[in-house]
């Protein structure tokens, strides 16, 4: 079966720090580029970081300098390490691999992972 699951959310209190994983099955992740999107609770899903099939990373504005994007082809997976974790953090993320130029993906979206920062 062909799918991405994400894991290792959980909640956190603020300053403290996540790793997600982002696992696929039934293919072979690093033809690739995978995104990691979040969504809060009445909000727009949001892109939060990519990293490409070779690497590279882009990440929005509010999670520069505290989250990192990485993957193990080895493993089939990509990774999130979110630190300084702040309130605003809070949400459902997920991965996906973006289609370019277009606004779909190739895959279906998985359950997610909760992530919650909170005191």
């Known amino acids: 079966q062909v799918q991405l699951v994400e894991s290792g959310g959980g909640l956190v209190q603020p300053g403290g720090s996540l790793r997600l994983s982002c696992a696929a099955s039934g293919f072979t992740l690093d033809y690739y580029a995978i995104g990691w999107f979040r969504q809060a609770p009445g909000k727009e899903r949001e892109l939060v970081a990519t990293?490409?099939?070779?690497?590279?990373?882009e990440y929005r504005d509010s999670v520069k300098g505290r989250f990192t994007a990485s993957r193990d082809n080895a493993k089939n997976s990509v990774f999130l390490q979110m630190d300084s974790l702040k309130a605003e953090d809070t949400a459902v993320y997920f991965c996906n691999a973006p289609i370019s130029n277009s606004g779909d993906y190739y895959f279906n979206w998985g359950q997610g992972t909760q992530v919650t920062v909170s005191s």
């Open positions: 990293i490409a099939n070779g690497g590279s990373t």
